[in-house]
């Protein structure tokens, strides 16, 4: 039986919130920590695991086994400083996936530069619309291009195999728009940091040259 992957919330303000209930109640396990003890004994009521701790401290980082946990969602936009110190312990710690709320786009660029893996605007990513995206089997990855756009990539579902595009209607169904669709040949991706380019079928989790994450990578329009 496959185990359950396992997600850590840090903060508990709406946005926190909504991530959390929406795991739990899609029967996931999830640690929600907050600083505030009011908060997480409200929470208690329909978060079963809720800590009141520091996350910007790496003992209690340590002491609550986060490097076990497959995604930790850092929640506090309103706190650069320790969204930047929760993002980077939590790295450190091992953990694999760390996504983080930003407030803007400069918010951004920091938490992504400390080794976020994915950075969210809550003005267009609702809690519970990012916890769906971690629940479904096919989600790959998300890049918030603006406060406007984001771009998502996932498999292919089995029951969308041999039907045309107007069959599926995804835009009615999902609210998406498909933009393109890999079929696993190589591509010409480049950093838009520092301008590298790559060939391959997936972008580079790091850019070997500014160092950047995965992220800034965009695939190169070609001209033929």
Not at 193 to 211: L, M, S, T
Request: charged share 25%.
């Amino acid at each position: 039986m496959k185990a359950k992957k396992t997600y850590a919330v840090f903060g508990l303000g709406r946005y926190g919130t909504a991530v959390a209930k929406e795991l739990v109640e899609n029967g996931m396990e999830v640690i929600a920590v907050d600083t505030d003890e009011r908060i997480v004994n409200d929470a208690a009521a329909y978060l079963p695991v809720c800590k009141c701790a520091d996350v910007t401290d790496a003992e209690v980082i340590s002491r609550l086994g986060i490097g076990s946990i497959d995604t930790v969602i850092v929640c506090m936009a309103s706190n650069l400083e320790a969204s930047v110190m929760a993002v980077t312990l939590c790295k450190e710690a091992g953990v694999k996936n760390v996504i983080a709320k930003c407030a803007n786009e400069m918010q951004q660029k920091i938490l992504l530069r400390v080794g976020a893996d994915q950075v969210v605007f809550p003005e267009n990513e609702s809690g519970i619309r990012l916890a769906k995206n971690l629940l479904s089997s096919g989600f790959i990855d998300m890049i918030s291009l603006s406060r406007d756009v984001s771009m998502v990539e996932i498999d292919v579902k089995d029951e969308w195999c041999g039907k045309n595009l107007i069959e599926l209607n995804l835009r009615r169904k999902y609210g998406f728009n498909i933009v393109a669709i890999k079929k696993g040949e190589k591509v010409m991706w480049f950093c838009r940091n520092c301008g590298h380019v790559e060939i391959g079928e997936e972008a580079p989790k790091v850019c070997p040259v500014c160092k950047h994450p995965k992220a800034y990578f965009q695939i190169r329009a070609t001209n033929y």
